[in-house]
């Protein structure tokens, strides 16, 4: 079992940046691809990034490359998401979830099916 605790959410105004963090414990996670999604009220949970936990490769939705930057510290074993320029729009319950499942392209791991541990998610409010 792999327990997954995100922090680092809460209220900030447009133009703002945050970092969210996500702390992995039960087992180490050098073998599993992590990402983050998110939820804004009304709206299906969406992709937001992944990354590979050995190699490090990293992968995000169209929409959020360029203000989103997934990281994670292997000796923390805690996963990472840097963001800047924050919007209204980004008003969202943050999920951070983890996959047991080895895939060789990280695009794989865009869709919530292929993920086996997840965060209870933590929210970050976005005034304008």
């Known amino acids: 079992q792999v327990q997954l605790v995100e922090s680092g959410g809460g209220l900030v105004q447009a133009g703002g940046s945050l970092r969210l963090s996500c702390a992995a414990s039960g087992r180490t996670l050098s073998n599993y691809a992590m990402g983050w999604f998110r939820q804004a009220p009304g709206q299906e949970r969406e992709f937001v990034a992944a990354?590979?936990?050995?190699?490090?490769?990293?992968y995000y939705a169209d929409s959020m490359k360029g203000r989103f930057t997934i990281s994670r510290d292997n000796a923390k074993n805690t996963l990472y998401l840097q963001v800047n320029s924050l919007q209204p729009e980004d008003t969202a319950v943050y999920y951070c979830a983890a996959s047991a499942r080895f895939y060789g392209l990280v695009y794989h791991y865009s869709g919530e099916e292929e993920y086996d541990y997840w965060g209870q998610g933590i929210q970050v409010s976005v005034s304008s």
């Open positions: 990354i590979t936990w050995s190699a490090g490769w990293t």
